[in-house]
């Protein structure tokens, strides 16, 4: 009898040691295995892309609209070469009232692996500007509908300016840079292109209210909310 326990506990001890060595050695090949997994993920989205059927249409986006009117800019070509975009446009828009309004619009028929669009928060500082808040917001759109996108306030000189910026991918509106990159992840894992827009309104502070400038952009983009979705290629595709 004392031998049976004695054998027994022997044995409940080498399960023990044994069990402990195996999950030791699941923990050790773990990072190994999460690496090959994502070094296998990269190289699929880098060199395996689906391609748009087209690209955006920025003529749908009338030079005269509601209250605005608008004649097309460009910037340095140096601010080009460093976007690296397929295609943009430039807009400088006015209203009635003398309000000034810059919209850009950035099209990139694929994002890389590694390399996705310029975000503001990074490109304003390297630009002089001065970042003071950035704030969530949500828009309200045609329909009575509501779409999420940055409001900041910037700075440079005695100049001061209210800006809103988005993303349009595959998947519709997209806030955050972070949601951006896992938006590229998830389209190219189900096969749909990885084309994307970045969208952007500066709105020049009207005698300083910076208040008054939000709500005149976020004004400015609900009469414009309909001719951009048409202009984007993203439209008709469910996310």
């Not at 896992?182 to 952007?200: G, M």
């Not at 020049?204 to 984007?232: C, S, Y």
Request: proline content about 5%; overall charge positive.
């Amino acid at each position: 009898m004392l031998f049976s326990t004695a054998f027994g506990q022997r044995n409940d001890t080498a399960q023990m040691t044994e069990t402990k060595r195996k999950i030791q050695f699941s923990i050790a090949w773990a990072p190994l295995a999460l690496l090959v997994i994502g070094g296998t993920l990269g190289l699929f989205m880098r060199y395996y892309e689906v391609k748009a059927a087209h690209g955006p249409d920025f003529s749908a986006i009338p030079m005269e609209f509601a209250d605005y009117v608008g004649s097309e800019r460009r910037f340095p070509e140096s601010t080009y070469s460093i976007l690296k975009a397929d295609t943009t446009t430039l807009r400088r828009y006015q209203d009635l009232q003398g309000n000034v309004y810059w919209l850009f619009i950035a099209y990139f028929k694929e994002q890389k692996y590694g390399s996705q669009i310029h975000s503001p928060k990074q490109c304003l500082p390297g630009g002089g500007w001065r970042i003071d808040s950035i704030d969530p917001y949500s828009l309200t759109l045609s329909a009575g509908l509501t779409q999420p996108v940055n409001v900041l306030t910037i700075g440079r000189r005695n100049t001061k300016q209210v800006m809103f910026y988005w993303f349009e991918t595959r998947s519709g509106a997209i806030r955050g840079e972070f949601a951006l990159k896992f938006d590229l992840v998830k389209n190219a894992l189900v096969f749909r292109p990885t084309d994307a827009s970045f969208v952007r309104l500066t709105v020049e502070n009207v005698g300083g209210n910076t208040q008054e400038a939000r709500e005149l952009g976020a004004k400015f983009l609900l009469e414009l909310d309909i001719p951009l979705k048409t202009a984007l290629p993203f439209e008709t595709t469910s996310s």
